[in-house]
């Protein structure tokens, strides 16, 4: 007997708040393209090297929200003739692709705070860009909350990643701000705090972009959930009534989702259509054991041993 429950891959307008997964994207989307418009462009008016970098960052945000909303609209499609297990692992690359894009913003942050650390800064730059670098850290931040609480609702880690993407560039802001401060309030002298607080901040972003590749990865080949969830499903099912044993229990990840398979052992006695009232609740406790199982499919075969 073959029991399956229906998938419940997250769409475009999955999550339980107001805010969907693809609207934060696209707040993300319009608040990257005014933030880069604004840094880069009194970058290159006031020669701000800090503040330019700033802004080329920004830009990099608009290519990791671009491939959320289409990973979103890939995601969302149902099962179809070429996809029979539906396009959920489309989230998955979209987050590798993040999680990478991270990684190379942590370790760009790092090479060019090193590569200009002897680089003088100009000393007449003024106020301006301090506060263009320091204003764009609150709406970075603020979006980095939103986005990290709408991506959890709804269970979609290329949300979840995206939002640690906005909160790099809060990081960058940081350190334009305060190289700028130094040169604006202490001279030149002290502009060094600029390339010091970016190498530290990236360090640490650089551990959160290992972090995201590394779940993408162990997603894609395939590897199962950590050992606590797989118990709580083991319980489900043992838990079941009509259910003697179980065997051949095989737990897989697709866009944050669990999917699995369990062969499990009834009486031999019973009816074909009982078997199969036993396959049904051994899915409806699966999928509502709180460990997010998308699909389950279940193998009934009768007991070789009494039942009793």
């Not at 942050?109 to 002897?118: D, S």
């Amino acid at each position: 007997m073959r029991g399956r429950a229906a998938p419940c891959v997250p769409s475009p307008g999955g999550g339980s708040g107001v805010m969907t997964p693809g609207g934060v994207t696209w707040v993300g989307l319009c608040v990257n393209v005014l933030l880069a418009l604004a840094k880069m462009w009194v970058g290159l008016t006031l020669r701000s090297q800090a503040l330019l970098a700033d802004g080329l960052h920004s830009v990099s945000d608009l290519v990791t929200d671009s491939a959320v909303l289409v990973g979103l609209r890939i995601s969302g499609r149902p099962p179809d003739e070429d996809h029979h297990y539906g396009h959920g692992r489309v989230t998955t690359l979209v987050t590798l692709f993040v999680g990478t894009a991270l990684l190379a913003s942590a370790g760009w942050i790092v090479y060019n705070a090193i590569g200009t650390f002897r680089t003088p800064h100009n000393g007449t730059l003024g106020m301006v860009p301090f506060w263009v670098a320091l204003v764009s850290i609150a709406p970075k931040e603020l979006l980095y909350r939103l986005t990290l609480k709408v991506g959890r609702e709804a269970g979609d880690r290329s949300i979840v990643a995206n939002a640690w993407h906005h909160r790099t560039d809060a990081f960058t802001s940081m350190a334009a701000a305060a190289g700028l401060a130094g040169v604006a309030f202490g001279g030149p002298e002290w502009a060094f705090l600029d390339h010091l607080t970016a190498v530290v901040l990236s360090a640490f972003l650089g551990v959160t972009a290992v972090r995201i590749i590394r779940e993408s990865v162990a997603e894609l080949i395939d590897v199962a959930p950590a050992r606590a969830v797989s118990e709580r499903i083991e319980r489900a099912v043992a838990g079941t009534p009509g259910v003697v044993e179980f065997h051949a229990l095989r737990l897989r990840m697709m866009g944050g989702s669990i999917m699995l398979d369990v062969h499990v052992h009834v009486d031999p006695t019973l009816t074909v259509g009982e078997g199969h009232d036993i396959a049904t609740e051994v899915q409806a406790r699966l999928l509502d054991c709180g460990c997010d199982v998308a699909e389950a499919i279940v193998h009934v075969e009768p007991c070789e041993r009494d039942a009793g």
